[in-house]
């Protein structure tokens, strides 16, 4: 909550809550129109397979701080395509 305190006075948001300042960040996102979901920019749930098979061999996968499933990637990716914020 420290970090999210100190986001919010950078930020200056009136309230220095967690969800106060979840609230602000998707308001800002709307404000300059990044999309909501990948849906939005036309990628259907039918690519989420070759998705995640590309995410599990991109570099940045190995230098993860935390390892993932091939289940568990291709749930967040349904999850990005579907709605994610």
């Not at 909501?36 to 230098?63: F, N, Q, W």
């Amino acid at each position: 909550e420290e970090k999210v305190r100190r986001m919010s006075e950078a930020m200056q948001f009136d309230d220095h809550s967690v969800g106060s300042f979840i609230s602000n960040i998707e308001k800002l996102l709307d404000r300059i129109q990044i999309p909501r979901s990948l849906s939005e920019i036309g990628v259907p749930e039918s690519c989420a397979g070759r998705i995640t098979e590309k995410a599990m061999k991109d570099l940045a996968y190995a230098t993860n701080p935390r390892s993932a499933t091939f289940e568990e990637i291709h749930k967040l990716v349904l999850a990005s395509i579907k709605k994610a914020r």
